[in-house]
């Protein structure tokens, strides 16, 4: 018999080799299934035999593995099951500082990152070919479309509200109450829309969604279909996903008849960030500039084309499925915590040893997720900082680390979950200059519409690097006769500039038209808070800065 | 008729049916060649019924669509926050000398490959884990 042998074929898994490795395994005579990703980053490219891994593997390892293979399969019942990750708990400091660390026949779902998990999104992760019809409907796929014909919009909809799903592209705003508004605005022609614009550093659950599991998510948006009345889907894919767009494409062909009276579509984005925005995609699929649309109305009563539109994240449709399949809905709510229902794909990223995707209910704490689950910085350093929800989430101290992963408590924390992406980084990292960065970015991707948000991001950057020279002197001109209207004085010093700087990032947050102005005083206001030692060298300068906006 | 005005209305009849077409007309456009220069945004403000206004102020927000074709391979590197935690910044000083004047080096905010940075795009391509050797090896060969 021969040998079956699973590789992944997910972008970033391809980007380590797995393509080489393949081809070897083939060479050998072995039946080689490209299947998706499991999800666990630093083992990638990993090869899968009878439920076993080796990796990260080389083309040189073919023999090796193989003979492995051969011999464990003989002595199954001998085979150890506290290798590295194979089901002893791995303490924050396991594997000796710079080795590399890799899994060599252990069972895949046995170890701690996997079998700690609860995979209802990324149920089928490292388990199916992304583009077999057959693995789909073998692995109980289109079960929740069958069921959602057969119960009818209404009932749809109240099983998505009793699942309690909230938006997974960071806003966190229940979908059962969108899907009710766009079924309850009356229009002849509807839309769902696919946010599949992921671009904040740190994540890429929809990347490996799209790319591991195409039929799942489309399965999600006909649901969306039927529940709302929509005949005409679009995903929106940023041009960064270049694998993630093929799949689709080829996904889409491949299920026609099945989704059929339903049709989609995949749009291709051009390189801005802002497009995530969901009124700015909106205005990117009508083929204007990415600006982002005051609201309301909102999209769900006047969206694409003016016409009532569901747009939700990737993650928040791959979701749906699932809930719609008999009893999924309740077992889903009964994940969680508090108002954060069901589970939430977490995207361990940055210098982290263990990184990879982590789905789990909500209510975990990220001392678990960055020491326990993680191993701790992939340099062997100590963990400076971890930013949660991307380039517009806030830096969190190790002090806090006891923070559930939860909505709510995020919110009161002043911090946000947004897509779930958790970037570690180590002592080395100058919070200033991330701080700055925050701004930076903000100012390159700014649509532009607003004031806070287009000129307060340049202005965000001047005053971080000021507060880096330690303020401003006045200049020869200003300090001229000639020119009345300016101060005579000293200049402004480092705790003046802060000052500036905290009143700045209060205008940006209240006054921004959407959250990319609205959410960079998170990063740049967590990191002054945290950190103050990395902005000047007396703290009482951002104490006092923070107080007056604070206080 | 040049080929330029041929070549653009066979792209234009192929998406103009279609909801909202200008952006996947801009894709093609800026695939055949290399950039979506005044000529064509004038050809396509006339195939849509459009003013060329309102086609360049779509082209030029979006950061794909460039205005002149530039001949230089790309080597495009992601410097956003996963990446400068896993040290990208270490590594732009030696990709840019290694570039010179052949080869762009291009600044990309997430390829989605953040567990494995530093990480680059060529193309299609994707690289992961890149250190100082990588990189220069990547941009040599780019």
Same mark, same amino acid.
């Given at each position: ?43 990638? /490219? ?9 990796? /990260? ?40 500082? !710079? ?5 060599? @026949? ?57 699942? !309690? ?21 009356? !229009? ?161 990223? @940055? ?171 998170? /990063? ?7 950190? /103050? ?19 | ?142």
């Amino acid at each position: 018999m021969t040998t079956i042998v699973k590789i992944s074929d997910d972008a970033l898994a391809r980007a380590a080799g797995a393509d080489r490795l393949a081809e070897a395994f083939a060479r050998k005579g072995c039946e080689v299934h490209r299947v998706s990703s499991w999800g666990m980053h630093w083992l990638e /490219p990993l090869v899968e035999i009878d439920g076993r891994g080796y990796g /990260p593997a080389t083309a040189a390892d073919v023999d090796a593995i193989l003979d492995h293979d051969r011999s464990s399969t003989r002595e199954a019942e001998k085979q150890p099951k506290d290798g590295p990750l194979g089901g002893a708990p791995l303490a924050p400091d396991f594997s000796p500082e !710079g080795a590399p660390e890799r899994m060599w @026949g252990e069972v895949i779902e046995d170890s701690l990152f996997i079998a700690t998990q609860t995979r209802l999104t990324f149920a089928r992760a490292g388990k199916t070919r992304p583009l077999s019809l057959e693995d789909y409907e073998a692995n109980e796929g289109w079960q929740g479309l069958r069921r959602a014909r057969e119960i009818g919009p209404a009932a749809i909809v109240e099983e998505v509200m009793h699942s !309690g799903l909230r938006g997974r592209g960071g806003a966190g705003f229940p979908a059962g109450i969108k899907w009710k508004t766009v079924l309850d605005t009356p !229009g002849l022609q509807k839309y769902i829309v696919c946010n599949a614009d992921e671009g904040d550093s740190g994540t890429f659950a929809d990347r490996m969604a799209m790319e591991g599991d195409p039929f799942q998510l489309i399965e999600g948006m006909a649901i969306a279909g039927e529940a709302v009345g929509a005949d005409q889907g679009y995903i929106y894919v940023r041009s960064e996903y270049p694998d993630a767009i093929g799949k689709l494409d080829a996904a889409l062909k491949l299920c026609v008849e099945i989704i059929a009276p339903f049709k989609c579509e995949v749009r291709v984005g051009a390189g801005a960030y802002v497009c995530g925005e969901e009124t700015s995609l909106l205005n990117s699929l009508e083929g204007k500039r990415g600006e982002v649309r005051a609201k309301p109305p909102l999209p769900a009563i006047k969206g694409l084309f003016g016409r009532p539109t569901v747009v939700n994240n990737v993650l928040t449709l791959m979701a749906v499925p699932h809930i719609l399949a008999e009893g999924g809905a309740a077992h889903y709510q009964g994940h969680g915590l508090g108002r954060s229902k069901g589970t939430m794909p977490i995207q361990l990223a @940055g210098n982290i040893k263990h990184a990879g995707l982590y789905e789990v209910g909500f209510g975990v704490t990220l001392r678990e997720l960055v020491y326990d689950i993680g191993g701790g910085t992939y340099s062997g350093r100590p963990v400076k900082a971890v930013q949660v929800g991307g380039p517009l989430g806030a830096y969190i101290h190790p002090d806090q680390f006891d923070i559930k992963f939860d909505y709510e408590e995020y919110t009161a924390a002043e911090a946000l979950i947004g897509h779930g992406g958790i970037t570690v980084f180590d002592d080395t990292v100058d919070m200033l200059e991330m701080a700055r960065f925050a701004m930076e970015f903000c100012s390159i991707e700014s649509c532009g519409k607003c004031t806070p948000c287009r000129i307060g991001s340049v202005r965000g950057v001047e005053v971080l690097e000021r507060i880096r020279h330690g303020g401003r002197k006045r200049d020869t001109f200003e300090l001229m006769p000639q020119i009345r209207n300016a101060p005579k004085n000293a200049g402004r010093d480092a705790g003046d500039e802060i000052g500036l700087l905290t009143d700045l990032c209060e205008t940006m947050k209240f006054g921004s038209l959407c959250a990319l102005g609205g959410f960079t005083p998170y /990063p740049v206001m967590s990191a002054l808070r945290n950190w /103050p030692e990395d902005f000047t060298r007396d703290p009482a300068n951002v104490e006092k800065a923070l107080d007056r906006v604070e206080g | 008729m040049s080929t330029k005005e041929q070549t653009l209305g066979e792209i234009i009849a192929r998406h103009h049916r279609r909801e909202g077409p200008l952006l996947p007309i801009l894709h093609d456009v800026q695939h055949e060649y290399g950039c979506v220069d005044a000529e064509s945004e004038a050809l396509i403000a006339k195939g849509l019924n459009l003013s060329r206004a309102d086609v360049h102020g779509v082209v030029s927000f979006y950061h794909d669509f460039l205005s002149k074709p530039d001949p230089r391979p790309v080597v495009q590197i992601c410097r956003a926050e996963a990446c400068k935690a896993r040290g990208v910044e270490r590594l732009i000083n030696d990709a840019t000398l290694a570039a010179g004047e052949r080869v762009k080096i291009a600044t990309v905010y997430c390829l989605g490959l953040c567990s494995a940075g530093p990480a680059a795009r060529t193309g299609d391509d994707l690289h992961i884990r890149l250190d100082e050797a990588a990189i220069v090896k990547l941009v040599e060969n780019a």
